[in-house]
């Protein structure tokens, strides 16, 4: 297929815009000079200009800045200090000694001072001001650039700074007088007499701009620059482009060429950007480090320095790595951390063709050579990214047959096959072979860990969708043989995303016959421990008001039928859950679990019982046990006909408790009413 290359192509190019154009980024030189510009203003001496030329022609010997000042009657001598300086560019004062700055006592007046001072009319009077120009570097014409988009190196550079003409050392008087118009000391009136150039003080810089590259199989490439000046397009189209073949002639032609095969992708629509070889790494590195799932690469990359690294350290991420090819510096399986679904895994025939191209999620980048085996140093000869319309079809180039080099009869090998392929047969295979090869916890962990991989892999694309429900059934499975041994709490820690809190507790509880805490307080123990474990997991969880079955047996362990024994059995069960260390911290959750458990009064000597009952737990309910007293009483409405001996006992463990007396004011006159009838009785 013939090509044209920029030496062949025609002095006044037509760019063609249809074809597909490349952005690269080049360091473009821009000349930075610094200039001492000569300018003649038609102007009257200002008061200070006039009174320092008065000073020096008049007072002898000359005094010093800080002199004059005072017989000037300054307080501060530095605008008198500026104004030295400035009559002395203009002519008018002039130092004996050049070496020393600022300093009166060695000026003197010249003529042209002498004749300004006594002049009344405008007069020429010189001054120089400093200047910064911008020049095109390979143009040579003036250019507007802002200081903070300069660099001093260049990492790109569009032709080697060697090939860039010298610094210039004149400026022209037309030009100058161009560059200069908007300044603020260019004012009417003023004339421009020329400038020195301070060679010291002006450099080179480099600007990032950006170019286009279109291609065209037939008939080469072309260069072309959007948005630039006239004079850079001009100089590109009329012999510049000779210059940045000679800069990156290396790269282009195998560009051309299109020896980057990939299926199904035509050549207009398969490249994006080039890639200097100096850039090629930081790029590759920017585009793993960046990768959220998923990266495919050609085995080639593996030669490149810390690649292996590169790749664990996103599998740390949980994103999968496929290498196709031959890798021998990585091994087949690397799993480093238990974060689903991140794996290194490397395979494929290293004899089918394969792009060599890095796909990382919906980007990719490819390249022409990179330090293959033999070679003594890292060489690359072109590296470019691909259009996203030939991501898809590179990732599955890379992939052919790669799930072929993997052990069907182990989860490993079916997942990276799953991963590959995101064939869910893949997947339920390994589910399978988990359930048949794994028991006990150990199973319980496997299939979890195997369908959160399914699940952060392809979401809801299986269709049915219950990713962790067979790790659910072996919990259950596992539960009904080993929960009664010890192991519940092994078990429980498990539960987390498998099973519901409340169908956890309520297996738990269904395992312990509740009994009265006056016979035994284990039970009621056993079912606050639960409870206890449970909430460690689901901290919001509610098990009074969630778990039914939970409930009832606790209500069971402290219902007692005879009023006056319910005080004795909430201090048995107080007792034992206060002296068990693990449930200490969870004191005000059993304590309140007790309390709603209670059955509710109904009249006075169920509300005296149940409230003597409640002062083993006042210390962690007081407030709540207050509230519910208070709502108990106004709901029994104690009449004029209770019994006298009641009433004196709600008022002591009432006081017992250190409640709110104001609740008990409206009993006062029941009380006074009952101890007076009473009284009459008896007379």
């Known amino acids: 297929m013939p090509t044209r290359s920029f030496s062949e192509q025609p002095a006044a190019a037509v760019i063609d815009t249809s074809l597909p154009a490349l952005n690269w980024s080049i360091d473009w030189p821009i000349e930075r000079v610094a200039m001492d510009v000569e300018v003649v203003v038609i102007r009257r001496l200002n008061i200070l200009e006039w009174a320092l030329l008065r000073v020096a022609n008049d007072i002898v010997p000359m005094p010093s800045v800080e002199e004059a000042a005072v017989e000037l009657g300054l307080e501060d001598p530095v605008l008198l200090r500026e104004t030295l300086e400035k009559v002395v560019a203009m002519g008018l004062l002039e130092s004996r000694d050049a070496a020393v700055a600022g300093d009166l006592t060695r000026c003197r007046i010249t003529d042209a001072g002498r004749a300004a001072m006594s002049s009344s009319q405008p007069a020429p009077l010189p001054e120089r001001h400093g200047f910064l120009a911008y020049f095109d570097g390979v143009t040579g014409e003036a250019v507007a650039a802002d200081p903070r988009s300069l660099s001093e190196r260049a990492f790109r550079p569009l032709v080697a700074p060697d090939k860039i003409s010298s610094r210039r050392e004149t400026v022209g008087l037309d030009r100058l007088r161009q560059l200069v118009k908007d300044e603020p000391w260019n004012c009417d009136g003023a004339r421009i007499t020329g400038a020195d150039v301070i060679a010291d003080k002006s450099e080179r810089l480099w600007q990032r701009t950006s170019i286009h590259i279109r291609i065209d199989a037939e008939t080469g490439f072309q260069v072309d620059i959007p948005e630039a000046l006239p004079a850079r397009r001009d100089w590109i189209h009329n012999g510049g482009g000779r210059a940045v073949k000679a800069q990156w002639g290396r790269v282009l032609p195998r560009w051309i060429k299109g020896s980057l095969h990939v299926p199904e992708v035509g050549v207009r629509s398969r490249f994006g950007e080039l890639i200097a070889p100096d850039r090629w790494k930081v790029r590759t590195e920017a585009l793993i480090a960046e990768a959220q799932s998923e990266i495919v690469l050609h085995a080639g990359w593996m030669n490149a320095r810390d690649m292996d690294l590169l790749l664990r350290q996103a599998a740390a991420r949980g994103v999968r790595c496929f290498v196709c090819g031959s890798a021998?510096?990585?091994?087949?399986?690397n799993n480093g951390s238990p974060r689903p679904p991140g794996f290194v895994a490397a395979g494929a025939d290293p004899s089918v063709e394969r792009p060599l191209a890095l796909v990382a999620d919906d980007r990719a980048i490819c390249f022409e050579h990179i330090c293959?085996?033999?070679?003594?140093?890292?060489?690359?000869?072109?590296?470019?990214?691909l259009q996203p319309d030939a991501v898809e079809s590179t990732r599955s180039a890379l992939l052919r047959g790669f799930e072929l080099d993997f052990p069907q009869d182990d989860e490993r090998g079916l997942f990276v096959a799953f991963g590959a392929t995101r064939d869910a047969v893949y997947w339920r295979s390994g589910q399978q072979f988990l359930m048949t090869e794994r028991d006990g916890l150990e199973r319980i962990d496997a299939l979890r860990h195997w369908g959160l991989w399914g699940e952060a892999l392809t979401g809801n694309e299986m269709g049915d969708g219950d990713w962790l429900g067979s790790?659910?059934?072996?919990?259950?499975?596992?539960?009904?043989?080993?929960?009664?041994?010890g192991a519940i709490d092994a078990l429980l820690k498990r539960a987390v995303d498998l099973v519901q809190p409340a169908e956890a507790l309520a297996a738990m509880a269904d395992r312990i016959a509740s009994t009265s805490v006056l016979v035994?307080?284990?039970p009621m123990v056993a079912l606050i421990r639960d409870a206890v474990a449970v909430r460690k997991l689901w901290p919001r969880f509610d098990p009074m008001k969630s778990c039914h079955r939970w409930f009832s047996g606790l209500r069971r362990c402290l219902a007692i039928?005879?009023?006056?024994?319910?005080?004795?059995?909430?201090?048995?069960?107080?007792?034992?859950?206060?002296?068990?260390k693990e449930l200490n911290a969870s004191r005000n959750f059993w304590a309140s679990a007790i309390s709603v458990a209670l059955t509710e009064p109904d009249d006075l000597a169920s509300l005296v019982a149940w409230l003597q009952a409640h002062v083993p737990l006042a210390t962690d309910l007081r407030q709540r046990i207050e509230r519910d007293a208070?709502?108990?009483?106004?709901?029994i409405n104690v009449s004029s006909g209770a019994d006298?001996?009641?009433?004196?006992?709600?008022?002591?463990?009432?006081?017992d408790l250190g409640l709110s007396s104001a609740a008990l004011r409206r009993i006062s006159g029941t009380?006074?009413?009952?101890?007076?009838?009473?009284?009459?009785?008896?007379?």
């Open 328 to 333: 021998p510096k990585l091994s087949a399986w």
């Open 372 to 385: 293959m085996p033999g070679d003594r140093r890292e060489r690359i000869d072109f590296v470019a990214t």
């Open 471 to 485: 790790a659910t059934e072996a919990w259950w499975a596992a539960f009904d043989s080993i929960a009664g041994n």
């Open 520 to 522: 035994d307080e284990a």
């Open 561 to 580: 039928g005879e009023r006056l024994q319910l005080p004795a059995a909430i201090e048995r069960a107080h007792a034992a859950l206060s002296t068990d």
């Open 630 to 635: 208070t709502t108990y009483l106004k709901r």
């Open 644 to 655: 006298p001996a009641l009433i004196r006992e709600l008022r002591a463990v009432w006081n």
């Open 671 to 683: 009380e006074t009413s009952n101890t007076t009838a009473t009284r009459s009785a008896k007379s």
